[in-house]
Nanobody, 120 residues
């Protein structure tokens, strides 16, 4: 019913920047909160940043001041601007969205993940 398609991952040197995008499509009436999570090898998935439909944001302590989450509601898209990247930011990044569907139900969806590797 709803697909989340991520893009923008890749290999970057320490100190570099990347911007991730996640576009939602399908039977969408509106989208509540959206967020980015990440999972490094051998570790649990963790919240990186979240944003409400009204634009209120929250961040993991490890990324505050370096990452910025924002969204374009008209495009059902959320972005994650990542600056001053560190090797410990290396992980698969997943988009998540809490979607109000056309049938008035509400469900959570995940993207397929995009790899971010920070290495020299």
């Amino acid at each position: 019913q709803v697909q989340l398609v991520e893009s923008g991952g890749g290999l970057v040197q320490p100190g570099g920047s990347l911007r991730l995008s996640c576009a939602a499509s399908g039977s969408i009436f509106s989208i509540n909160a959206m967020g980015w999570y990440r999972q490094a090898p051998g570790k649990q998935r963790e919240l990186v940043a979240g944003i409400t439909s009204g634009g209120k944001t929250n961040y993991a302590d490890s990324v505050k001041g370096r990452f910025t989450i924002y969204r374009a509601n008209a495009k059902n898209t959320v972005y994650l601007q990542m600056n001053s990247l560190k090797p410990e930011d290396t992980a698969v990044y997943y988009c998540n969205a809490r979607v109000n569907l056309m049938d008035r139900s509400t469900r959570g969806y995940w993207g397929q993940g995009t790899q971010v590797t920070v290495s020299s």
